[in-house]
């Protein structure tokens, strides 16, 4: 696991920069508390993980730090209304495709999680260093769309259907948790490679 003290501070640094830019005039302060809420529960958890010298590696660091800045960002202009329109045209997508693109990194988090239960020689089996981190994604994805329900019965209005951010979709649940699926599954299969070159590497010294 190779890490660069330096590396997650400058991330943690430009997180606190964006976090302080954009909670300046959100669309919806509601909105903007409800979305940063999780975030910030993160970062503050990776920090103490940190300090308590329970670190990740850069690339873990990196791409635990997509879902953060994207999160922030759709925080502030909720995220049926970020400017994504050059990805939406790209593709051809009638909807703004910017959440689909955020639960997509939230899978991103299976990463760090294999490298720890590989680190800490936590899995029985080489199939459990794997299958783990893509139930626990699984999993916080349906917490997290039983919050995003919880949410929108409570406060209901322009709020309520803000955070839910279903476009309309009678489906998006379904499809945000398979996006988070396939973020965790891209993720793992990114381990898996490095894994393989490093035993590679490892093998011509």
């Not at 190779?2 to 509601?30: C, D």
Request: glycine fraction near 8%; charged fraction near 15%.
């Amino acid at each position: 696991m190779t890490n660069n003290s330096w590396f997650p501070k400058i991330l943690l640094g430009a997180y606190v920069v964006v976090f302080a830019l954009l909670a300046i005039n959100p669309f919806s302060r509601e909105v903007w508390v409800a979305e940063n809420i999780p975030i910030v529960l993160i970062v503050l958890y990776l920090v103490f993980l940190y300090w308590r010298g329970i670190q990740f590696s850069n690339t873990g660091y990196a791409l635990m730090s997509v879902l953060i800045f994207m999160h922030t960002v759709g925080g502030h202009f909720t995220f049926e209304r970020v400017p994504f329109d050059w990805f939406n045209d790209l593709f051809g997508f009638e909807r703004n495709m910017y959440d689909r693109v955020a639960h997509f990194s939230v899978g991103f988090y299976a990463y760090p999680v294999a490298e720890y239960i590989r680190t800490k020689k936590l899995a029985a089996t080489n199939w459990l260093v794997y299958l783990t981190p893509l139930f626990f994604i699984i999993s916080v994805a349906a917490i997290y769309e039983v919050i995003e329900w919880w949410f929108a019965a409570t406060y209901g209005g322009d709020a309520g259907a803000a955070f839910l951010g279903s476009q309309g979709d009678i489906w998006d649940a379904q499809k945000d948790m398979l996006m988070d699926t396939l973020g965790g599954v891209t993720a793992l299969m990114l381990f898996y490679i490095q894994g393989c070159f490093r035993k590679e590497h490892a093998s011509k010294k």
